[in-house]
T-cell receptor, first 118, second 110 residues
């Protein structure tokens, strides 16, 4: 059974950096892409980006300049950093496992609400 | 990248069938058979319902089916039940090696 457990700071001030980490338990860590998705309150899902065990990344073009996704294969963890946050970055952030190319997300983390407020 | 286009809402009575459309472009839905559908109940984590256009993960009811024609994918829910009331999102792989989600559809069971 694959489980994703995520954590990180929930309250940030404008211009700070949002940092989240997701730990993967069960299943193979290689052979998949590890993804971040977010959902602003009352709005739809937005794909942020992904990374594989080799460190290859793909990012949403609209966020690419502010996003870094990294991976620690020794701990079966991956992380999201989003710099220079504004109120528009307030959202529930999810981590998830993606099958390469086919890109379906079968396993998700529990979600973390990140609120940006002065 | 632009979100895939879905109707804002679809409704039906218990037992009826409803279909949700998901319109994309030649950069995504039209080019790849990598369309997925997710169900999300309020304040819950999205759940994968369909992958690769028309495949169901184990444990998902066969009342859910998916199809695609050209740049439009569709999710059909047959024998609508009260528990199907939720938000539904499509997604597709794109030619830019990215994933794009649909705008989301609220399904209401009358």
């Amino acid at each position: 059974q694959v489980q994703l457990q995520q954590w990180g700071a929930g309250l940030l001030k404008p211009s700070e950096t949002l940092s989240l980490t997701c730990a993967v338990n069960g299943g193979s860590f290689s052979g998949y892409y590890w993804s971040w998705i977010r959902q602003p309150p009352g709005k739809g899902l937005e794909w942020i980006g992904e990374i594989n065990h080799s460190g290859t990344t793909n990012y949403n073009p609209s966020l690419k300049s502010r996003v870094t996704i990294s991976i620690d294969t020794s701990k079966n963890q991956f992380s999201l950093n989003l710099i220079s946050v504004t109120a528009a970055d307030t959202a529930v952030y999810y981590c998830a496992r993606a099958v390469p190319t086919r890109q379906y997300l079968r396993y998700w983390g529990q979600g973390t609400l990140a609120t940006v407020s002065s | 990248q632009s979100a895939l286009t879905q109707p804002a809402s679809v409704s039906g009575s218990p037992g009826q069938s409803i279909t949700i459309s998901c319109s994309g472009t030649s950069s995504d839905v039209a080019t790849y058979n990598y369309v997925s559908w997710y169900q999300q109940h309020p304040d819950k984590v999205p759940k994968l319902m369909i992958f690769d256009v028309g495949n169901r993960p184990s444990g998902v009811s066969d009342r859910f089916s998916g199809s695609k024609s050209g740049n439009t994918a569709s999710l059909t829910i047959s024998g609508l039940q009260a528990e199907d009331e939720a938000d539904y999102y499509c997604s597709s792989y794109t030619i830019h090696n990215t994933l794009v989600f649909g705008t989301g559809t609220k399904v209401t069971v009358l």
